[in-house]
């Protein structure tokens, strides 16, 4: 099946009656995923948004619950839920595979995250393959094939001219088959995505097991701001922290990004900060991109979507990163240790 | 056609609407004189929430961004005529950054009238209740504050016992022998 | 022998020395017409460094961190000099802690259009106005025609455009707090954001709380702003921060006679920690 690249909009408005459905766009200068509708501007020339798909699941600012006192001097707790049907159409693979980090984290190994679940039950995700890559694009070396998303609902493969649409799921095809006045019957052949960057991850998640205190990192470390741009761009950095705005005995809790970058995010109550340096804290979000989640969860938790990598003002480069650690001597046997 | 019309923003004002001011007040003079105004028996709008600072030296920016945040119209701040601090020096510091701070509001697009800064001396009862009334009016013919502000994203329901408990001074902090 | 060399040459002679513990300078990045701060101490890496157009980071902030390991060897343009100008008044070095390379500057180039940066076309100072030695000599560069340009265009607007204008860039920010870690002039121990006790700011982003955080770093920094442009330059949501700076400048060159802060090390206390009995009354 095939589907011409003019009828995208009809297409959209179309999807659009009755579900909010997010497309890339350039809002106010940002390109980010923005609700289809009057005024905004799809932009499915942007290889990739400046940030990430991952609000539309997990919202930098959200609502938990409401809490209040009744007239007996009991707290009661009003939940929040504001999951509803949405769209994400024109997802990159790199960042559906970023979704499959954030299932893993807040769906698996005993932990469900209500919030997340309900969201990503009610998610719709129509990927569009790349037909050609940004200068910071590497998720071919991070095992993702621009033109393949196995986790999407609907894969839009870039012919060029068409799109081919794959339906991967029930979901997807329950949605295809209401896309008959769009798409017609036939095959194309997507166009092959050429990256220009490229990285060794071979080796990288076993090599760092033994480079804990290795010098890289204080020179990785010593130039970085430890601001939190990387994070917040980061299509499957996760972390969040939990705070309440309260009026007298009235408050809503809620929960928002928070940056491993940030001195206060490991700041303990007693006034202990056991990662009290841009070095222990640089350390941890790369050990925790290349290592401690492939040993957690059996994969990388950078997706190669290079959005760090544009963004940093001071251009502190992963794939330089991994390259160092690829170049460093560090015996095999340190890991057994 | 009201004021609050010509504004244009008619539409946004619900009915009852009061406008909601914070005072900041400096310890040694318009704290003064505002209880001066009181034992005088003066009257003016309850619509000002008198909050005592140090001294206008003292008053922080922020104080300002957040109380509108937090839900107020407008803000006054007030302090010792220059030359009569108590601290000496405090309100001609005062004076430079509230110039300029007043001057990056406007810049953001608040209405001038909605922070405001006065010199009334512990003596001036007459001006404080001049001050707080003229303030009061302009804010009201402004109509609500037009920024965003934190309120909308609390969403909260309406406090059980109406808004005045919300006005009212809270019961943790009343002494024992008032309650009983 | 270009800045370049004069560069390289004299970092390895300090390193190699001991006058200096670390020099700062750039490296070549992995793209094409790229470069990223580059600190060293090792006489070794001197060949490392590069000076050329692309050349985007301004360096004094990393002066504050390498401090406590020695004598920070450092390039310095306009820009940065005055960075480490304001570090020095602010007490958080002292001027024997470093040692100064100065070299003229014609201004960086943006790698991906090819157009001069903004905060470059909109300095003033491009030749350093402290340092121990000069490599190169210093660059004439055309002064920008009107220093608060982007400030009366906002002004221009009326009322509630203007609420809209900086609605609009507060909706953006993402609070990354980039602008504030890169600042010279931001050197608190503890900055009042990461004050969670105090709780000054929440920490749910919305327009409202990322006001506060944007004009309360403004108050903070208006009087000291060394205008270097670099909160604006590495902003990831490109929010015109410059427009919010240069409006406290332009006030307070307005209301209490030219001002521009960190020209030099004996300069007098900036406007807004001093007062003048003949200030003007607008409060009475």
Redesign the interface.
């Known amino acids: 099946m095939i589907l011409n690249k003019k009828n995208l909009t009809p297409l959209l408005e179309n999807m659009a009656a009755g579900r909010d459905v997010f497309v890339p766009a350039r809002v106010?200068?940002?390109a980010k995923f923005a609700l289809f509708g009057e005024g905004v501007e799809c932009a499915f020339d942007l290889v990739n948004t400046?940030?990430p798909p991952k609000d539309l699941l997990f919202p930098?600012?959200q609502k938990m619950y409401?809490f209040?006192v009744d007239?007996n001097g009991n707290y009661r707790i009003h939940e929040y839920d504001e999951s509803r049907e949405q769209v994400v159409f024109g997802i990159r693979p790199c960042d559906m595979r970023s979704i499959v980090c954030l299932d893993e984290v807040f769906l698996t190994k005993g932990f469900v995250d209500e919030f997340y679940a309900n969201a990503r039950e009610k998610l719709l995700t129509v990927c569009i393959g790349c037909a050609s890559a940004a200068?910071?694009c590497f998720c071919e070396s991070m095992g993702v094939d621009p033109q393949a998303a196995p986790n999407a609902d609907i894969m839009l493969q870039d012919c060029g001219e068409v799109y081919r649409v794959l339906a991967q799921t029930p979901k997807g095809e329950a949605e295809v088959a209401n896309w008959a006045a769009f798409v017609e019957e036939g095959d194309a052949e997507p166009v092959a995505c050429e990256l220009s960057?490229a990285v060794n991850m071979e080796g990288v998640v076993d090599k760092l097991e033994g480079m804990y205190d290795h010098p890289i990192w204080e020179?990785l470390s010593?130039?970085c701001?430890?601001?939190?741009?990387c994070?917040?761009?980061c299509p499957t950095c996760h972390c969040f922290?939990i705070?309440q705005?309260m009026?007298?005995k009235?408050g809503?809790r809620?929960r928002?990004?928070?940056?491993c970058m940030?001195?206060?995010y490991t700041?303990m109550a007693g006034g202990h900060n056991p990662r009290p340096e841009?070095l222990e804290r640089v350390r941890n979000r790369f050990m925790h991109k290349l290592n401690f989640f492939a040993r957690r969860y059996g994969m990388s938790l950078c997706v190669g979507c290079g959005r760090c990598v544009e963004?940093c003002?001071?251009?502190?480069?992963i794939?330089?990163l991994i390259d160092d650690i690829g170049a460093c001597d560090v015996a095999p046997a340190a890991q057994a240790e | 056609m009201s004021v609050v019309e010509a504004n244009g923003a008619a539409a946004q004002v619900p009915e009852n609407w009061e406008p909601k001011i914070i005072a900041f007040c400096c310890h040694w003079c318009t704290y003064t004189g505002a209880d001066l105004a009181g034992l005088n028996r003066m009257n003016y709008p309850a619509n000002v929430r008198v909050l005592r600072i140090p001294c206008s030296g003292r008053m922080n920016p922020q104080y300002v961004i957040e109380a509108l945040n937090k839900g107020c119209d407008g803000v006054l701040v007030c302090g010792c005529h220059p030359g009569d601090c108590h601290y000496v020096t405090g309100n001609y510091f005062a004076r430079r950054r509230m110039m300029i701070f007043k001057r990056l509001l406007e810049y953001e697009g608040l209405e001038p009238d909605r922070f405001q800064v006065r010199w009334i001396s512990g003596a001036e009862a007459g001006k404080f209740r001049d001050t707080v009334m003229s303030v009061v009016e302009q804010v009201r013919a402004l109509g609500p504050l037009n920024l965003t502000r934190e309120i909308p994203y609390f969403e909260l329901p309406a406090v059980p016992d109406g808004e005045e408990a919300f006005d009212a001074v809270p019961e943790e902090v009343v002494p024992e022998e008032v309650s009983a | 022998m270009t800045a370049q060399d004069t560069i390289r040459a004299r970092a390895r002679e300090l390193l190699e020395s001991g006058e200096v513990a670390s020099f700062v300078g750039w490296e070549a990045g992995r793209f094409a017409n790229q470069t990223t701060p580059l600190i060293i101490s090792d006489p070794a890496d001197a060949d490392k460094l590069v000076f050329n157009e692309y050349c985007v980071n301004t360096l004094a902030k990393y002066v504050r961190d390498l401090v406590p390991r020695g004598k920070v060897g450092l390039v310095v343009r306009g820009c940065d000099s005055r960075g480490i100008v304001r570090l020095i008044i602010d007490q958080v070095i002292k001027r024997e802690d470093v040692y100064l390379i100065g070299v003229g500057c014609s201004g960086a180039i943006d790698r991906k259009s090819g157009e001069p940066l903004k905060k470059c076309v909109e300095c003033r100072h491009n030749n350093p106005v402290i340092c121990d030695e000069m490599a190169g000599d210093e660059v004439a560069k055309d002064e920008p025609a009107d220093r608060f340009a982007e400030v009366r265009e906002v002004e221009l607007m009326a009322q509630p455009e203007r609420s809209r204008f900086f609605e609009s860039v507060y909706a953006k920010c993402i609070r990354c707090y980039a602008c504030r870690d890169v600042c010279p002039c931001c050197t608190c121990r503890e900055c009042f954001v990461d004050a969670r006790r105090e709780n000054w700011v929440g920490k749910q982003n919305n327009v409202a709380e990322n006001r506060f955080y944007g004009l309360t770093r403004v108050m903070h920094i208006g009087d000291r702003c060394i205008e270097c442009g670099e909160c604006e330059r590495v902003c990831p949501m490109d929010l015109p921060l410059m427009k919010l700076n240069r409006k406290v400048i332009q006030d307070l060159n307005d209301l209490f006679g030219e001002f521009e802060s960190s020209m030099s090390l004996d300069e007098g206390p900036e406007p807004l920690i001093t007062y003048d009995l003949a200030d003007r009354e607008e409060f009475m």
């Open positions: 106010d200068g940002v400046t940030m930098q600012t409401h209040d007239a200068e910071t960057l020179n010593i130039k701001l430890n601001c939190g741009t994070t917040y761009v922290d705070s705005d009026r007298r009235d809503v809620f928002c990004w928070d940056s940030f001195s206060e700041m841009k963004k003002p001071v251009a502190l480069d794939t330089r």
